[in-house]
């Protein structure tokens, strides 16, 4: 089974459209993370969650809005965009108090926004 | 101030040939740690392999090792016979501070590897 997975893998919407994306990790992790990442470029960090709380948002717009409804699932929702926020936008989630607490990716959203 | 440098924006190898993809890091933190991740075109982030910074030893995973030489704050990955399923891009990243709490990653731009049969 694929540790940490993402729906859709593809969406294309309208700037006036609201939509989800959906991330579930199978690991027991206690932390999670939304990323966005251009082309040819790395990944960008936008949010984290610590415990369910959110511990981190990188000044990214309101148009973007996280939820994570427990431990194991994190949504990003989506309204408004622009056509300047198509990315890949990539869920991570790791084990935080561990020495080394490397983040599992899942294999990303592509998003086109018309 | 640009923390990660990868400075090779795209590499050649041969197959079954061991490449070197360079990293340097610049931090005043004497605590963090260092990753490297792979990135094929189907876009998953694969994590390779972690060496923290009390690390006395360089790690090594598989065909990957870690040539960590913390004077000149270098962070290389060394891939050992290279296998076609190796063409991707690769990016180093570090963690810094105590290896505890959230994960904050800052990303090189990456090295994107091309390997020749």
């Known amino acids: 089974d694929t540790e940490v997975t993402q729906t859709p893998k593809h969406l294309v919407m309208g700037m006036t459209n609201k939509k989800s994306l959906k991330c579930e990790q199978h690991?027991?992790?206690?932390?999670m993370y939304w990323y966005k990442q251009k082309a040819k470029k790395p990944p960008e960090l936008m949010f984290v969650?610590?415990?369910?709380?959110?511990?981190i948002n990188e000044s990214v717009p309101s148009r973007f809005s996280p939820e994570c409804p427990n431990s194991s699932l994190l949504n990003l929702h989506l309204h408004a965009l622009q056509p300047e926020d198509s990315a890949l936008y990539l869920c991570a989630s790791s084990q935080e108090f561990q020495d080394r607490n490397e983040q599992f990716f899942g294999p990303g959203t592509r998003l086109t926004v018309l | 101030a640009q923390k990660i440098t990868q400075t090779q924006p795209g590499m050649f190898v041969q197959e079954k040939e061991a490449v070197t993809l360079d990293c340097t890091y610049d931090?005043?933190?004497?605590?963090?740690?260092l990753f490297w991740y792979k990135q094929p075109s189907s876009g998953e982030m694969i994590f390779l392999i972690y060496?923290?910074?009390?690390?006395?030893q360089n790690a090594t995973e598989g065909r990957y090792s870690l040539n960590f030489q913390k004077a000149r704050k270098s962070a290389n990955l060394v891939i050992s016979a290279s296998q076609l399923g190796d063409s991707a891009m690769y990016f180093c990243a570090m963690r810094e501070g105590y290896p505890g709490g959230y994960n904050k990653l800052i990303f090189g731009a990456g090295t994107r590897l091309a390997v020749h049969p």
């Open positions: 931090t005043s933190d004497p605590s963090y740690g």
């Open positions: 690991l027991g992790h206690n932390a």
């Open positions: 969650y610590s415990y369910e709380k959110l511990s």
């Open positions: 060496q923290g910074s009390y690390d006395q």
